[in-house]
């Protein structure tokens, strides 16, 4: 058993993460925890005003996150998105189903009011580094 001898927080130049008093990612151990992340350009402070672009922006700064803690996609088991806007569904639903093709993490869609009108879609993600270079085994059963 190993001992965990450190917490990494990765902070990502949103205004709010210093604000509200929370990191970007939380790292402990292998296990890497994403708070809810929207589809805002953190250098420029733009948003999209699309779902889908928000939804683009969004996996890059996911994407950017989970590199600077040695990690990418292909690590995420869990995957929790929020469109406020069921007419948006479907198109975001296709980003999400090419960025995630292979990779497959458990998978929660809420359709639920944001922090504010202008925000079309976020995104919270779980990984466990180096989950995308394991074995998988793939099981079907008929529920």
């Keep these: ?3 965990i001898k450190e917490i990494i927080k990765v902070k990502s ?3 709010l993460e210093d604000k ?3 990191s970007r990612v939380t790292v402990l151990g292998e296990w890497i925890f994403m708070s809810l992340t ?3 350009d953190y250098k420029t402070r733009r948003m999209p005003e699309t779902a889908r672009a928000q939804a683009e922006q969004a996996f890059r700064n996911v994407e ?3 590199a600077a803690v040695g990690s990418s996609l292909a690590d995420v088991i869990r995957s929790r998105v929020f469109i ?3 007419e948006d569904v479907k198109e ?3 980003l999400i189903g090419e960025k995630y093709r292979g990779i497959d993490p458990t998978s929660c869609v809420t359709c639920a009011p944001l922090g504010g009108p202008e925000y079309l879609f976020e995104i919270e993600i779980t990984a466990y580094r180096g989950a995308g270079s394991l074995e998988t085994k793939h099981i079907r059963i008929s529920l």
């Design 1 to 3: 058993m190993s001992v």
């Design 13 to 15: 130049g949103s205004i």
């Design 20 to 22: 509200e008093s929370y």
């Design 38 to 40: 929207a589809g805002r």
């Design 64 to 66: 950017g996150a989970l």
């Design 84 to 86: 406020p806007r069921q």
């Design 92 to 94: 975001v639903m296709e």
